[in-house]
């Protein structure tokens, strides 16, 4: 697999770009990380002046660097303006998850499934990975939608060491062999 992965990603509204540590992506990480949407779908990340917003940034852009992808920041095409995150995260796993948070004031105009959709793709296509997953609290209806928008397949409710055994769904990228494969062991909580 390719570590040589592009500084920017484009759709049709969006550019997609690493996240960088300056001070303007430093505050609008804070920005973004205290809504109460990413509150209550990802828990306080402590992340509250521009200094811990740097100080987080330096590590994302270590991994970046480690792994050629991860945190990126989300900007319209047209107007430059900051809007969000998507993340191509590469953990205990044989593939990496997706994630994504959107400012309040833009959400419910797709651009987070766009986005999200854009990075699956460079995942695919130049990084070489052959799926991603999308993992999601049981009960965060809000995004397992979400996921199921970028047309993610189901695949069940399990215990999950990588978040401290906590129940996860899992959702997969279409065409995705079976969960071992990739590292997700364990009984499936929800034989439907």
């Known amino acids: 697999?390719?570590?040589?992965?592009?500084?920017?990603?484009?759709?049709?509204?969006?550019?997609?770009?690493?996240?960088?540590?300056?001070?303007?992506?430093?505050?609008?990480?804070?920005?973004?990380?205290n809504t109460?949407?990413?509150?209550?779908?990802?828990g306080n990340t402590g992340i509250d002046t521009t200094e811990k917003g740097l100080k987080a940034l330096h590590s994302m852009s270590d991994r970046f660097d480690k792994y050629g992808h991860g945190v990126y920041v989300v900007s319209l095409k047209d107007t430059s303006t900051l809007v969000g995150s998507v993340s191509l995260m590469i953990?205990?796993?044989?593939?990496?998850?997706?994630?994504?948070?959107?400012?309040?004031?833009?959400?419910k105009k797709?651009?987070?499934?766009?986005?999200?959709?854009r990075v699956m793709?460079?995942?695919?296509?130049?990084?070489?990975?052959?799926?991603?997953f999308g993992f999601a609290s049981p009960?965060?209806?809000?995004?397992?939608?979400?996921?199921e928008?970028?047309?993610m397949e189901y695949r069940g409710t399990f215990s999950l060491e990588a978040f401290g055994n906590q129940d996860s769904v899992v959702y997969t990228m279409q065409g995705m062999g079976e969960l071992e494969q990739y590292g997700i062991k364990g009984d499936r909580k929800d034989k439907s």
Not at 110 to 117: F, M
Not at 121 to 130: F, P, S, V
């Open 36 to 42: 109460p949407e990413f509150i209550a779908g990802e």
């Open 1 to 33: 697999m390719s570590h040589k992965a592009p500084i920017k990603l484009e759709s049709d509204r969006l550019v997609i770009s690493r996240f960088l540590p300056t001070e303007e992506h430093a505050e609008f990480l804070v920005k973004l990380y």
């Open 139 to 147: 009960t965060n209806e809000h995004s397992r939608k979400a996921l």
């Open 110 to 117: 797709g651009y987070a499934t766009e986005a999200a959709k």
């Open 149 to 151: 928008r970028l047309g």
């Open 91 to 107: 953990g205990d796993y044989r593939a990496p998850d997706i994630g994504f948070a959107l400012l309040t004031e833009y959400t």
């Open 121 to 132: 793709q460079h995942a695919k296509e130049d990084l070489g990975y052959d799926g991603v």
